[in-house]
């Protein structure tokens, strides 16, 4: 029977039908069954990645496999949750070399976006720490591929939205660490030019993310907080018992306006001010704000919202931001959760969302006169020589694709090799043409 799924967005629901994946058998059963298919994970990716008539659902085949604590190195399922390897490895003084905002996702769709946490500026994307991936192809077979083996399979595949094959599973490199606490500085940057150079001064710090006042004008525009972070050498290697807070029910649509981003922005600003300087936070607190707040996607409403994530090149790269963050301040769309990042130099896979750069992503409810207003920014990320995160999009066309993406024909060559008749497919990959 069919279900009705959306990504963490809540835009758009479709009619899909689901499969379970319980078992490699019964992944490539459903696979031959069905002319196209995608996989899917714990469905946090925001818009259409993995939506599609037909779904295979990875989350069932979530076992670790092995562990070699002498080369930190876990082969798990690809269905494994981040959180299930925090909780096992932890407590081993081992942890995530790269972690995205929340560890509610799986290991499958880690590689597929091939990630990136607040320390990409020290280590790059998830796919630095991969050893290697079994991969299903669309003839059912099974393809282990690396850095070293099928490496142009390797490079399609992280990053690669799913559309390569069913990563089956992985070998993961964990970091060793002696503290479940990250020793964290809170610096208040005025303006956007002060935020800039703050991410300079502290380039040696291997964790930063600055939130951003994007509805900040004039002499406060980019108006942020910045924080930095490091592994703390002490505290013990357990995690402080926390309880979740759960949002019951959709929000009334609007609720989330400019007025209220407003007051929450200007009073996050204000006591941010007050209490800047250094603190000790659970790695939690510091990686995964958001995880405490269960179903925080109904905030947006009924209508469901977006995320908007674009990186620009670092030359002309603060231009680009001014241009950007005036251009929003100037229409008044606000965006609750605005974040700012700074990227270290690109990877060599073809659809790998990061460069060396500044990204920002920014949350915006659907609302009447949203898509056009993203449309005229993506013509000012292409004029700076930027491009859209593809796990984040629900809506760019092919040519900003096109545009963002010079290594999207290798990508294509690729995948046709391997998947001839453009089996994995979504709703992503068919509006942006993407076979
Ligand atoms: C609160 C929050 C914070 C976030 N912060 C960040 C961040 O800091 N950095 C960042 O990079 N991202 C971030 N994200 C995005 C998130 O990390 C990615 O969207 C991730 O891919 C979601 O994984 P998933 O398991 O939910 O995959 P899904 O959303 O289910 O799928 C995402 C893609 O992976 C593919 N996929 C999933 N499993 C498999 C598999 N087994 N085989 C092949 N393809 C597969 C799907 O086809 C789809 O294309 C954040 C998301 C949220 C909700």
New binding site residues.
């Given amino acids: 029977m069919p279900s009705r799924i959306s990504?963490?967005g809540r835009y758009p629901w479709i009619e899909a039908q689901i499969a379970v994946?319980d078992t490699t058998s019964a992944a490539r059963k459903h696979l031959l069954a069905w002319p196209d298919c995608?996989?899917?994970?714990?469905?946090?990716?925001?818009g259409d990645?993995?939506l599609?008539q037909n779904v295979?659902q990875?989350?069932p085949?979530n076992r670790i496999l092995a562990f070699d604590a002498d080369r930190g190195e876990v082969v798990c399922e690809?269905?494994v949750?981040l959180d299930k390897l925090i909780d096992a490895f932890l407590p081993k003084g081992f942890f995530l070399s790269v972690?995205?905002?929340?560890k509610?996702?799986?290991?499958?769709?880690?590689?597929?976006?091939?990630?990136?946490?607040?320390n990409h500026h020290r280590c790059g994307?998830?796919s630095t720490c991969v050893n290697w991936i079994d991969?299903?192809s669309a003839a059912g077979e099974i393809i282990r591929c690396s850095p070293q083996q099928h490496p142009e399979i390797f490079q399609a595949?992280c990053g690669?939205?799913?559309?390569?094959?069913?990563?089956?599973a992985a070998a993961l490199r964990l970091q060793p660490i002696k503290s479940a606490w990250i020793d964290q500085k809170t610096i208040y940057c005025r303006d956007l030019d002060a935020v800039l150079a703050a991410f300079d001064e502290f380039a040696d710090m291997p964790y930063s993310v600055a939130w951003i006042d994007c509805l900040a004008k004039g002499a406060c525009l980019g108006r942020s907080v910045l924080m930095v972070g490091e592994h703390a050498g002490c505290g013990g290697l357990s995690l402080p018992e926390k309880p979740t807070a759960t949002i019951p029910f959709s929000f009334p649509n609007g609720a989330l306006n400019s007025a209220s981003i407003r007051l929450f922005n200007t009073a996050y600003a204000w006591v941010h001010r007050r209490h800047a300087g250094e603190s000790r936070v659970s790695l939690d607190q510091f990686f995964?704000p958001?995880?405490g707040i269960a179903n925080?996607?109904r905030m947006y409403g009924n209508r469901g919202f977006l995320?908007y994530?674009f990186v620009l090149p670092r030359s002309g790269g603060a231009d680009g931001l001014l241009a950007i963050l005036s251009a929003i301040a100037g229409m008044g769309m606000g965006s609750f959760l605005a974040?700012l990042?700074l990227f270290g130099p690109a990877n060599r896979n073809f659809l790998s969302?990061p460069m060396d750069g500044y990204t920002l992503?920014l949350d915006f409810g659907i609302q009447p006169g949203l898509l056009p207003f993203l449309d005229r920014l993506d013509r000012l990320v292409a004029r700076f020589g930027g491009r859209i995160?593809?796990?984040?999009d629900v809506r760019m066309a092919p040519w900003m694709l096109k545009e963002g993406y010079p290594l999207l024909d290798r990508f294509l060559q690729v995948k046709r090799s391997i998947d001839p008749h453009n089996r994995?497919r979504?709703l992503?990959s068919n509006r942006l043409e993407i076979a």
């Fill in positions: 990504g963490w994946a995608i996989a899917r994970g714990a469905g946090k990716s925001y990645s993995a599609s295979l990875m989350t085949l690809a269905g949750g972690t995205p905002g929340t509610q996702i799986t290991v499958g769709g880690a590689i597929a976006s091939d990630v990136h946490g607040k994307c998830f991969l299903m595949t690669g939205m799913g559309l390569t094959g069913i990563i089956l995964y958001l995880d925080w996607n995320q994530q974040v990042k969302f992503a995160y593809l796990t984040k994995f979504s992503q």
